[in-house]
């Protein structure tokens, strides 16, 4: 395609469009599988680095609260009013009194995700 972006008409400018989003999906759907390939390596032990990057693995964790656990420990309304808002929700209930907080502690379960991080070697 020649020419600028003003001078496209609106069915050049639609095919453009249509190209560079097809091309930006392509691309993160490629981006996606090698980085779940470069985190499984890591994770097993491997290291990644390039000229200008090392790979690492940066490990995040979120407390969830497993609903039909929940629900037995503290019933259904309490289920209710704290699974359709999430885990602050719960935490707020067990501050105010209406949830025993001990027993909420016992049902925290602790979500991983790891996420790839290209460190630069300049530092």
Do not use: C, H, N
């Amino acid at each position: 395609m020649t020419g600028r972006s003003e001078d496209l008409t609106l069915d050049e400018l639609l095919e453009r469009y249509a190209t560079l989003r097809d091309t930006l999906l392509g691309l993160e759907a490629e981006r996606d599988d090698l980085g779940a390939r470069i985190k499984a390596a890591l994770a097993a032990g491997e290291r990644a680095e390039t000229d200008l990057y090392r790979a690492e693995l940066k490990v995040s964790r979120r407390v969830e609260y497993p609903l039909d656990r929940f629900r037995d420990v503290f019933g259904d309304a309490a289920a209710l009013e704290a699974a359709t808002i999430d885990r602050k929700k719960a935490e707020a209930l067990a501050k105010a009194g209406d949830l025993d907080p001990e027993r909420l502690r016992g049902l925290a379960v602790v979500k991983e995700t790891q996420a790839l991080v290209l460190v630069p070697k300049t530092r």
